[in-house]
C-alpha cells in the first residue's frame, strides 16, 4: 500500500523507537522531564524565542496560543481556509470565545493590504482585532509559502496596530526549506509560533509552543487547564529530537517526490494541477474525468493500493513523506494511469 493520505501517517523507525524506549524521564507538569525540557529549550533557541511548550498536538498548541493572546470577545484574522478554522472544531469559539474574521487569501497566503482592510478601526459596536493567525506551510493551499518579506510586513502592521500574530507552523520546517530561509527567520515575524513533530519529522505525536517567557508560563496554565498536561512524556519528545537530528535535511527528497508525482499526474488525462504551486510536499489536483469525482478516483485507487484523500468534489489532495520513496511515487503514477485508463 503507498500511503499518500498525509505526513502524519508515517511509522516510527526503529532507531526512533530505541531512542524513544532509552529516554529519560521525570514529572513534565513538575517540569521535571529533562528530555521535554531540552526539547522545548532546542526548539525555543532554533525559533529565536526565549521558551517553549511541549504539546500532544498542533490543535492543542494553536487553541492554547490563542487562548494566551486573546480575551472573551476579541477577533481573529485568518485565511478562511486555514487549520485553525478549518480543522479545530470550532475550537476558538468555545474555548477563548472569540471569533474569526476569514479573509480570502492565494492559496491560503494572506497579502498585508487584506489584513490591513481587515483591521476593524475602534469602536464599541465592534469586536477589537487581537490577533492575526498566519499558517506556513498552508495545507488546503497545497502546501504554498510565506515569503519572508510578506511575514516581516504583516509582523509591522499588527504592530503597528497592538496586534499579536501566532503562526501556525506546523511543517515549517518544510517552509524554510521552500523558502531557502531558516526557521528561526520565519519565527521572527510571530509572537509566538508551533511546529509539529508528527508530520514531516515522523514523530508519532507532539508539537512545541513557543514564545516570550510569561506567554509561555500563561501558556502551560492552559495546557493543564486542557487536559494536556503529561506526566512521563520524555518518551514522546525523544521522539522530536531524533526527529530533529534526522529527519530534518530529508525533508527534500519529500519535495522532489512530490514535484515528481505533480509532474506524472500533469501528462495524465482526467487530472488537471499547476505544476509550478507544487512548493513542498502536498500535491492537490482536479479529477476533470466525466462522472469520476474526488471520491471515485481515490476509491478506485484505494482499491488498488494507492490512497490518497478527498478535498472538494474534484479535489484530491496527495502529500509525500519519509515512508515513501521515490520508486513508490513512479509504482503510484502506473497504478493511477492503469486505473484512468480503465474508467
Same mark, same amino acid.
Given at each position: 500500500?503507498?500511503?499518500?493520505? *498525509? ?5 516510527? *523507525?526503529?532507531?526512533?523507537?530505541? !531512542? ?11 517540569? %521535571? ?5 531540552? $526539547?522545548?529549550?532546542?526548539?525555543? *533557541?532554533?525559533?529565536?524565542? #526565549? ?7 498542533? =490543535? ?35 474555548? @477563548? ?54 511575514? +516581516? ?8 496596530? =497592538? ?22 527567520? $520565519?519565527? *521572527?515575524? +510571530?509572537?509566538?509560533?508551533?511546529? +509539529? ?68 499526474? @500533469?501528462?495524465?488525462?482526467?487530472? %488537471?494541477?499547476? =505544476? #509550478?504551486?507544487? %512548493? ?34 474534484? =479535489? ?8 515513501? @520513496? ?10 493511477? !494511469? ?6
Amino acid at each position: 500500500m503507498i500511503d499518500l493520505r *498525509s505526513d502524519t501517517v508515517t511509522k516510527p *523507525s526503529q532507531a526512533m523507537r530505541e !531512542a524513544m524506549a532509552t529516554a529519560e524521564v521525570g514529572d513534565d507538569v513538575l517540569g %521535571e522531564d529533562p528530555t521535554v525540557n531540552q $526539547l522545548q529549550d532546542r526548539m525555543a *533557541s532554533l525559533l529565536g524565542k #526565549e521558551a517553549g511548550l511541549f504539546l500532544p498536538s498542533g =490543535t492543542m498548541a494553536n487553541q492554547v496560543a490563542i487562548k494566551t493572546h486573546i480575551q472573551p470577545g476579541d477577533e481573529v484574522i485568518i485565511d478562511r481556509d486555514a487549520h485553525i478554522f478549518y480543522y479545530e472544531c470550532g475550537a476558538t469559539a468555545v474555548i @477563548s470565545g472569540g471569533q474569526f474574521k476569514c479573509l480570502k487569501g492565494e492559496r491560503g497566503i494572506l497579502a498585508v493590504e487584506d489584513i490591513a482592510a481587515a483591521i476593524r478601526p475602534p469602536d464599541i459596536h465592534q469586536p477589537p482585532s487581537r490577533l492575526v493567525c498566519l499558517e506556513n506551510t498552508h495545507n488546503r493551499g497545497g502546501g504554498s509559502v510565506y515569503k519572508v518579506e510578506n511575514l +516581516a510586513a504583516i509582523a509591522k502592521l499588527a504592530s503597528d496596530h =497592538t496586534i499579536r500574530v501566532h503562526l501556525d507552523g506546523a511543517r515549517l520546517f518544510n517552509a524554510a526549506l521552500a523558502g531557502g530561509t531558516t526557521v528561526g527567520e $520565519l519565527a *521572527s515575524h +510571530a509572537d509566538s509560533v508551533c511546529v +509539529a513533530f508528527s508530520k514531516g519529522l515522523g514523530a508519532p505525536a507532539g508539537s512545541v509552543l513557543c514564545g516570550a517567557a510569561d506567554f509561555v508560563e500563561t501558556a502551560r496554565r492552559f495546557r493543564k487547564m486542557l487536559g494536556g498536561g503529561m506526566r512521563q512524556v520524555g518518551i514522546l519528545a525523544a521522539a522530536g529530537l531524533y526527529g530533529l537530528d534526522h529527519h530534518v535535511e530529508r525533508l527534500a527528497e519529500d519535495h522532489e517526490n512530490a514535484k515528481r508525482l505533480a509532474l506524472g499526474l @500533469s501528462d495524465m488525462p482526467g487530472i %488537471e494541477l499547476e =505544476t #509550478e504551486v507544487v %512548493e513542498t510536499n502536498i500535491v492537490m489536483f482536479e479529477v476533470v474525468a466525466t462522472d469520476l469525482g474526488a471520491d471515485g478516483l481515490v476509491d478506485g485507487l484505494a482499491a488498488d493500493g494507492v490512497l490518497m484523500i478527498p478535498f472538494g468534489p474534484t =479535489t484530491v489532495r496527495a502529500v509525500t513523506h519519509l515512508d515513501v @520513496s521515490g520508486a513508490d511515487i513512479d509504482k503510484a503514477l502506473e497504478i493511477i !494511469a492503469r486505473f484512468l485508463k480503465k474508467v
